[in-house]
């Protein structure tokens, strides 16, 4: 049974679904002016002032929360920044992302007759696949064929020169066509490099999405 409460104006309020956030890995830093600063202020802390429960506000009634211990810092932490005492970095923190989904495409965007099998790594361009300057990483979907086993189809960033921090697939068997996803970095670019052995017979490549900063 769900227990309905009467508010008291000092009591802390949450909707429903801000405790989730605790989950979230994903930091998301703002440059706020002075002003923003203030109105948050105003808009968040008096009712923060009992500070030893929650109220969790659904559309008809309210329920009683424990308040978590995570939530109390991140409280401290958001009324350090709002106060203007912190003096952390500013520059450098990771921004939440958007995940574009390219949707039912028709076909692959590249096939072998488009790609170089020479067992070197070589450019492949994605200005007209996604066509955003502004993408960080992508997720590709690729298939492929070999006339011998050992053969590899790999993807690794635009400028890496190793070989360890890279993605990609072996033929074990001539008769099994591998298939597999991976997510390539954008280094600023819309670029990215494949390797391909000189056995390949047979490769599709599939952008399926892109992100992009949020």
Not at 17 to 45: A, K, N, P, W, Y
Not at 134 to 146: D, E, H, I, K
């Amino acid at each position: 049974m769900v227990e309905k409460v009467n508010l008291h104006w000092e009591v802390s309020r949450v909707i429903g679904g801000t405790l989730d956030l605790l989950e979230d890995e994903e930091r998301r830093c703002l440059d706020l002016s002075i002003l923003q600063c203030s109105i948050l202020r105003q808009m968040v802390f008096p009712w923060a002032r009992f500070r030893t429960r929650l109220v969790n506000e659904h559309v008809d009634y309210q329920t009683i929360v424990e308040m978590p211990e995570a939530y109390l810092d991140e409280l401290d932490e958001l009324e350090e920044l709002l106060s203007g005492a912190y003096d952390g970095p500013t520059e450098g923190c990771p921004v939440s992302e958007i995940f574009v989904d390219r949707g039912d495409l028709p076909g692959y965007d590249f096939a072998i007759a488009n790609l170089t099998a020479d067992g070197a790594w070589h450019n492949l361009a994605l200005v007209n696949v996604i066509g955003d300057a502004l993408a960080t990483r992508v997720l590709l979907r690729c298939q492929f064929t070999a006339s011998a086993a050992a053969a590899v189809v790999r993807f690794r960033e635009d400028g890496n020169t190793a070989i360890i921090n890279i993605a990609g697939s072996r033929v074990h068997v001539t008769t099994v066509s591998p298939e597999f996803e991976c997510t390539v970095v954008l280094p600023g670019t819309q670029i990215i490099e494949y390797y391909l052995s000189t056995t390949v017979t047979m490769c599709n490549i599939v952008v399926r999405g892109y992100w992009i900063p949020a």
